[in-house]
Each structure stands twice: as structure tokens, then as C-alpha cells.
């Protein structure tokens, strides 16, 4: 069965550090690969996504994320994070040809000031 | 375009009550979906809709009954609720030409007493 990971659940940084936020999933078929964001208090939204093409896309808000294909992975980074980044970040992998969506168990980003 | 929307935003019910959430999508999507959010458990699935008339379950649809009698309305049905069924409820929708971009509703806080 598809599955994603997501290696952290809690993540404290203060502002100005680098983050980098792991993503691992299983499936071996054709997927489209996200990053979803949800800011305290708010729904969730997309923050970046990767379909085919370059491996490294940028989303919004200074964050990127880069497809290693081999390791499975796709990890989320920003070079430098803000307080207003608190947030729960949630990987998802999109199975092209069972048309289903599989979501990783998220993880918290606790920007101190 | 107000884009998806559910309905109500928060709602306290007593173990053994019935209620229904209703989605409503308004970007001519085909696919629906309704997911719960847990602590630690991300987000899970629990029925979804790929076409007006149909539906199918996903990783967690016991206790829940959904339809989708309109193509642009996907409702969520607890014929009796329990208190492992109190959760932040997600609709979603998606188009299928459009990359597979998942659209988020704002969230249901459902609590069961």
C-alpha cells in the first residue's frame, strides 16, 4: 500500500535558521508530489507542487522542494524561516494511476522569535 | 469564487446523535473528497466521490455515509456519533485536467459528547 513519512513531528527553529522538512514515500509508480501548508487557525493550502520537469520547484513564501526519484523523497527547505512560518506542514503523494491521494501525518514548525 | 465551502464550521453533538456536513464546490470539480484530521494521524480518508451519483470509501469510512447527488455537493453523514468521531473534518475537491491540485474547505469542528 502507498504510504508517506514524514520524519518529524515537532520541529522548533529560531528565525533565521535553515529548515529542511523530510518527506518519504513509497509507491514506485508515476506520482505528483506536494507540499500543503495549514497556518493556525486556517485551512489548508498548497504551497508547492512537482508533476515532471526540473526536480527543484519553488512554491510560495521562499520555500522549495526538491525530488530525488532514487531515495523517494521529496523534501521541503527554506533558507531562512520566519515567525509568521509557524505551521503544520503536510507531505502528500498523488498515485497517478489509482487516481488516490495519500497524505503524510504532518509536521509542526514552531518559529521562536 | 468562494471555491470549497463546508458546513457548519462548528458543531457539538451527544453520543448517538445524527447531523451531516455539507461541501459545496463551486470551480466545476469532479472529484470529491472528506477527510479527518487528528493529532498525529494527519489526515485520512474517509469516503471520497470521482463523478456526481458515485462514491467509494477510503482508509477510515466506518460510521460515515456520504452522497453526492450534485456534482457540486459532497455531504458527510453520521447516522450516530461517537466520541472517536469527534475531529476537524476537510472537504476537498479536485479537477482532473488541472494537475491534480487538491482544494481545501476551511474545516469542521465536529465534538462529540
Known amino acids: 500500500a502507498q504510504s508517506v513519512s514524514q520524519h518529524n513531528h515537532h520541529v522548533i527553529l529560531s528565525e533565521a535558521a535553515s529548515l529542511e522538512l523530510g518527506c518519504n514515500y513509497s509507491y514506485g509508480g508515476t506520482v505528483n508530489l506536494f507540499w500543503y501548508v495549514q497556518y493556525p487557525g486556517q485551512h489548508l493550502q498548497l504551497l508547492l507542487k512537482y508533476f515532471s520537469g526540473d526536480p527543484l520547484v519553488k512554491g510560495i513564501k521562499g520555500f522549495e522542494a526538491e525530488f530525488i526519484k532514487s531515495k523517494f523523497s521529496f523534501n521541503l527547505r527554506k533558507p531562512s524561516v520566519q515567525w509568521s512560518d509557524t505551521a503544520e506542514y503536510f507531505c502528500?503523494?498523488?498515485?497517478?494511476?489509482?487516481?488516490?491521494?495519500?497524505f503524510g501525518d504532518g509536521t509542526t514548525l514552531t518559529v521562536k522569535p | 469564487n468562494a471555491g470549497v465551502t463546508q458546513t457548519p464550521k462548528f458543531r457539538v453533538l451527544k453520543t448517538g446523535q445524527s447531523m451531516t456536513l455539507l461541501c459545496a464546490q463551486d470551480m466545476n470539480h469532479e472529484y470529491m473528497y472528506w477527510y479527518r484530521q487528528d493529532p498525529g494521524m494527519g489526515l485520512r480518508l474517509i469516503h471520497y466521490?470521482?463523478?456526481?451519483?458515485?462514491?467509494a470509501k477510503g482508509e477510515v469510512p466506518d460510521g460515515y455515509n456520504v452522497s453526492r447527488l450534485k456534482k457540486q455537493n459532497f455531504l458527510l453523514g453520521l447516522e450516530s456519533a461517537a466520541p472517536s468521531q469527534t475531529s476537524v473534518y476537510f472537504c476537498?475537491?479536485?479537477?482532473?485536467?488541472?494537475?491534480?491540485?487538491?482544494?481545501f474547505g476551511e474545516g469542521s469542528w465536529l465534538t462529540v459528547v
Open positions: 466521490s470521482v463523478g456526481e451519483g458515485t462514491t
Open positions: 502528500a503523494v498523488y498515485n497517478t494511476n489509482a487516481g488516490k491521494s495519500t
Open positions: 476537498a475537491s479536485r479537477h482532473d485536467g488541472s494537475g491534480n491540485t487538491i482544494y
